[in-house]
T-cell receptor, first 119, second 115 residues
């Protein structure tokens, strides 16, 4: 079974600093997808960034980038030039691709890291 | 931009009552999900639904829970007899058809409070 581990329950950084959130996962699959979701105080789940395991290049979305280390099963999120609006709970998540006989398409979430951006 | 819509945003119900949480997935999506998040805890998978049937369900999704897509647009989660421990944020999600994956798009959630 797949598991996702986020070892940092809570972090605080000053505005404009760079912060890295850690995530490790365990799977026997070779192809899969990894995501970071942001959950602000409004409680909505917002996709921040996704990575396809077969792609070696790290995904980037504006100030958000990942460091995907497939062999180490590590998927960290880096937020550059952090902003007050980045304050939220961040969830790392794993998903197997659908298709063929695979009907197991649920997303597995880590426990989350609560990030505070301080003014 | 298309989005998943959930109603109501907040529902308060008495223990033992039935509740129906409603979701309108993105129109061309074929895979639908319900997740829940008890306050302060992780997001937990409840059920996935495809082709008018449940694809997978978790241990949480017992006989008190059911899902339905009654009219081709709405996707509902029913809890027959609510318990205090059902109080949580419930998220609906949908994703595109098989072979094109991507990510699941989440609704804004329904906060269910059982009193």
């Amino acid at each position: 079974a797949q598991t996702v581990t986020q070892s940092q329950p809570e972090m605080s950084v000053q505005e404009a600093e760079t912060v890295t959130l850690s995530c490790t996962y365990d799977t026997s699959e070779s192809n899969y997808y990894l995501f970071w979701y942001k959950q602000p105080p409004s409680r909505q789940m917002i996709l921040v960034i996704r990575q396809e395991a077969y792609k070696q290049q790290n995904a980037t979305e504006n100030r958000f980038s990942v460091n995907f280390q497939k062999a180490a099963k590590s998927f960290s999120l880096k937020i550059s030039d952090s902003q007050l609006g980045d304050t939220a709970m961040y969830f790392c998540a794993f998903m197997k691709p659908k298709g063929g006989l695979n009907r197991d398409d649920k997303i597995i979430f880590g426990k989350g890291t609560r990030l505070h951006i301080l003014p | 931009e298309p989005e998943v819509t959930q109603t109501p945003s907040h529902q308060v119900t008495q223990m033992g009552q039935e509740v129906i949480l409603r979701c309108v997935p993105i129109s061309n999506h074929l895979y639908f999900y319900w997740y829940r998040q008890i306050l302060g805890q992780k997001v937990e998978f409840l059920v996935s639904f495809y082709n008018n049937e449940i694809s997978e369900k978790s241990e949480i999704f017992d006989d008190q829970f059911s899902v339905e897509r009654p009219d081709g647009s709405n996707f509902t989660l029913k809890i027959r007899s609510t318990k205090l421990e059902d109080s949580a944020m419930y998220f609906c999600a949908s994703s595109e058809r098989r072979g094109r994956l991507t990510e699941a798009f989440f609704g804004q959630g329904t906060r269910l409070t059982v009193v």
